[in-house]
């Protein structure tokens, strides 16, 4: 079964088609925003894939390398609290005494930008706009947008239904460590999120599996589950408008200096769509 697809005309058309898509669900839709049409892919499946790297083993020990890496430096840019907490998850404080350090510090590393096998979702369907709206600096590339609606529920059912017959599934370091762990999908939100996680309604779904690609996991699963927005770049720029009107801008999804330097590119932009000539 392919996944449904849907091509967006304008804003108004946006909004009829989340309200249709969330209507009945018995928990929040989740929502994914990019501003090409890249697969469901975690950004270190990308990496590995790009290479062609399909040995789990290998690839595990190339995510060992990049988490120990970060983690190193950390501590220099992270408030004490945040520290502090990363070192209970790791000695199992927050979980029965199981270790589960690894997904907590990924949550802080994707946060960053670093490549990870968490993959970024919302809970808000305009934030996912937001970055589905972006367009690349070229004059020759004019890529759709994609947003990404799950009905989570359905997705979370499957997985329960094929992977935990013993019980809740449970993101421990020890299951996500096995080269055959199996590929299943799990959301983790993080118990004390960022600013920015807070802004964005940020969560995140993991595989235990490191070579899992969520994309095909999904289509496998429950094809009828997600669905693909398509937004031409010819109706970005209207997306961009409204949402500035309702201030889903970096500054305030990102913040600090960094969300005003993006702030700044974006009111470049759309100082851009304006005054183009038609």
Known sequence: MAIREIEISSWQTFGSHIDELSQGLLEHAWFRGQS?????????LRHLRRRGVTNPVVALEIERVATH???????????TARVL????????????????????WWTIMRHHGAPTRLLDWTLSPFVAAYFASESPLDDKRRPAGIVWVLNFRALRLAMDA????????????????????PKDLLPLFHNMPTERMLMQQGCFMLCRNVLGDHGEIIQEAVPNAVTRLVIPDSVKAEFRRRLQQMNL??????????????HTDETVARLVDQFAPA
């Open 36 to 44: 090409e049409d890249w697969p469901l892919r975690p950004c270190l």
């Open 69 to 79: 890496y970060f983690r190193q430096a950390a501590h220099l840019y992270l408030p």
């Open 85 to 104: 907490q990363l070192s209970e998850a790791e000695e199992g404080r927050q979980f029965e005494g199981h270790p589960f350090g690894m997904a907590a």
């Open 162 to 181: 094929a992977y935990a017959r013993d019980g809740a599934t449970r993101i421990l370091d020890t299951l996500m460590i096995a080269p055959d762990a």
């Open 249 to 262: 801008t970096a500054h305030s999804m990102f913040g600090g200096l960094d969300g005003l330097g993006r």
